[in-house]
């Protein structure tokens, strides 16, 4: 069954209404939920339409990243003092995470380099299609979702502190991501390693559900009348935009906009968080896992980078010896069993004392969407409190991008450190609270007028903003 | 109905504004001059908490005891760097309140740029404020939803 498939009132007849009516009630739909669509934007639209400004931006990615990996891999050792460290981690990683996912949910896939190589294999070309190569297979069905993509983001956590560190492992590890994108395409169809493997994506994917940008078909029955279903051939990732019920899959990649002959397909900025007002039609659990994950790992890093505990520190780096593996044991089993556990116990306490009769699954499927933007305000925060102090080193790395004594712009190895100690403490409570404001009308949502059903999770929301509270600025 | 939400947001604002600008009692304490003996080993200060009051002149003791580290201090423009096995000090007042982190300034291994310690200076007011502020938000977040 193929993603077409799976869409079951495709096989319908699209119901009989006037162009008139059809226009007027596209219209009404679009105004009374606040959406502008972007694309019929005279300025904006040019520059969607044609691929080149999208190709250049990609392109320059990617001359960042293959840079970056030959620094990490030839250049000097010092972290503060190789371009690697400094363009992915402080750089690159600040903006992916205060402005790429919240202003733009999966805007940094649609620029995101690491899988172009395995396009142009797939495709037969780089910007126009021609004979393609590789096996083309289907991504195994029990391995969809989220699921391997919180593992590998868990993997990373485990050996960060030497990731987040060392140019030599940084440059392989990014080396690694290009390897392992061009070998899943030349397996599986489409776009797998994005969609299923990549930890940003995955990052992206949950987090793009608050973001103010969606894509969205305007009207479902012009593409059931559609024949060729021209949007889905044309998706580098295998997916049909009819079907979108949520930013999760779709990475802004805009081939979809460009190749619908009717203009039925919408670029809609929209308010923040409107996605996250209706319950979950699934019990998918394997977004609720990525959401607690990306918390227990907003914890767990801001104690290591963030905390002064140099035993925590030295643990973290020393992999293969016992307090690593303590480091290890104890990030695990935040993740996997406190953090999981703590919320079905939440969860599960709610109903039991509102004595409601929904399905736990379901539940907490439902609620862990409260957990999103309590967690994206969590790192949002904890990049403020990790990259502010060390935005100063950039200009330095640009000045000497290998540490091997260069002088490219003249400004010598003076380290420019701006003092944003106390502006930068404000803004971490700031985010914070949004998140917790924002998290706890989340729950008020979905539990209604239950009082019982939601304590225990906004209980568990708040110890979790008092603690990143304690680490980030106690 | 409305009334009772409106009364509802006017004193929740006022508690806000409360958590915000009321002062924190300030201490009776004479300011005093403190010696704290720092050693900073691999990303470490030890002790990697010190505590004062707002006033006292505080002398640091950086002693190095394995490779060159340094010490500067958020929000007080103040830094120090002792070589390995030897101690170099740093004398300051107190004179801004609440928690500061104190950071490495020489490159001393991987974790260097992670290698910090805290200085308090009375009550962290701030933390304290964004406490009871987060009470508070759980709050505003139910209500906003209240029919």
């Known amino acids: 069954m193929n993603t077409l498939q799976e869409i079951p009132w495709l096989d319908k007849a699209p119901a009989e209404a006037s162009a008139e009516q059809k226009a007027v009630s596209i219209q009404q739909g679009l105004a009374s939920s606040y959406r502008i669509n972007l694309y019929r934007n005279r300025w904006l639209r040019p520059l969607i339409e044609s691929r080149w400004p999208q190709f250049v931006l990609r392109a320059l990615a990617l001359v960042g990243f293959v840079f970056a990996i030959l620094a990490g891999l030839f250049g000097s050792l010092v972290g503060s003092h190789n371009f690697a460290i400094l363009f992915v ?68 956590g485990l050996f960060s502190a030497l990731t987040l560190t060392d140019p030599r492992v940084t440059g392989w590890v990014f080396l690694g991501l290009f390897i392992a994108a061009i070998g899943l395409s030349l397996i599986f169809e489409k776009r797998a390693f994005c969609s299923y493997i990549c930890p940003i994506g995955g990052i992206s994917s949950i987090y793009a559900r608050p973001a103010p940008i969606e894509l969205r078909v305007i009207d479902k029955e012009i593409c059931a009348a559609h024949s060729e279903k021209s949007c889905y051939q044309a998706c580098p990732w295998g997916l049909y935009p009819v079907a979108f019920r949520d930013n999760a899959a779709c990475g802004l990649c805009m081939e979809c906009l460009r190749a619908c002959p009717s203009d039925n397909l919408a670029l809609n900025l929209r308010p923040f968080g409107v996605e996250l007002e209706k319950p979950k039609t699934s ?54 069993l406190v953090l999981p556990g703590l919320f079905a116990l939440a969860v599960w306490l709610g109903l039991k004392s509102a004595e409601a009769k929904h399905s736990l699954k379901r539940e907490i499927a439902n609620l862990a969407q409260a957990l999103l933007p309590l967690g994206l305000m969590a790192w949002i925060a904890f990049t403020v409190s990790f990259a502010l102090p060390k935005l100063g080193y950039i200009l330095l790395v640009i000045n000497d991008p290998f540490g091997w004594g260069w002088n490219l712009l003249g ?45 225990p999770v906004l209980l568990f929301c708040l110890v979790f903003s008092l603690s990143m509270l304690w680490l980030l600025v106690g | 109905m409305k009334r009772i939400l409106w009364k509802r947001w006017f004193v929740l604002s ?111 007011t701030l933390l304290w404020r964004a ?9 505003a977040g139910v209500w906003t939803l209240k029919k």
């Open chain 2, 14 to 124: 006022s508690i806000v504004l409360a958590v915000l600008f009321i002062p924190f009692p300030a201490s009776a304490t004479t300011p005093t001059e403190h010696t704290f003996h720092v050693n900073a080993s691999r990303f470490e200060y030890t002790p990697n908490k010190i505590s004062v009051n707002p006033g006292d002149k505080v002398t640091i003791e950086l002693t190095a005891t394995d490779v060159v580290h340094g010490l500067a201090i958020d929000g007080y423009n103040q830094s120090v760097t002792a070589d390995p096995g030897q101690t170099a000090s740093l004398t300051f007042t107190a004179d801004q309140e609440g928690s500061f982190r104190f950071r490495c300034t020489t490159s001393c291994g991987n974790m260097h740029p992670f290698m910090i310690g805290k200085l308090q200076v009375g009550q962290n």
């Open chain 1, 283 to 336: 019990g998918r659990l394997d977004e609720a896992f990525m959401a607690l994950v990306m918390l227990g790992s907003a914890l767990a890093f801001a104690g290591v980078f963030v905390g002064p505990w140099g035993w925590l520190k030295s643990a973290a780096l020393d992999i293969g010896t016992l307090p690593w593996a303590g480091y290890a044991g104890g990030l695990l089993a935040l993740n996997l």
């Open chain 1, 411 to 455: 400004t010598g190895n003076r380290l420019w450190s701006p003092d944003v100690a106390g502006f930068s403490s404000l803004l971490q409570v700031g985010f914070l609270l949004i998140g917790l404001f924002w998290s706890a009308s989340i729950v008020q949502r979905f539990t209604g007028a239950d009082r019982r059903r939601a304590l």
């Open chain 1, 89 to 156: 981690w402080i750089a690159w990683w600040s903006a992916f995470k205060l402005a790429f996912i919240p202003l733009g949910g999966r805007s940094w896939c649609s620029v995101c380099p690491i899988p172009m190589p395995g396009d142009w294999i797939q495709q037969g070309g780089i910007l126009r299609k021609g004979r393609g190569f590789g096996l083309n297979l289907r991504w195994p069905k029990h391995l969809k979702g989220t699921w391997l993509q919180a593992g590998f983001f868990l993997m990373i």
């Open chain 2, 131 to 139: 406490a009871a502020l987060s009470v508070l938000a759980l709050v």
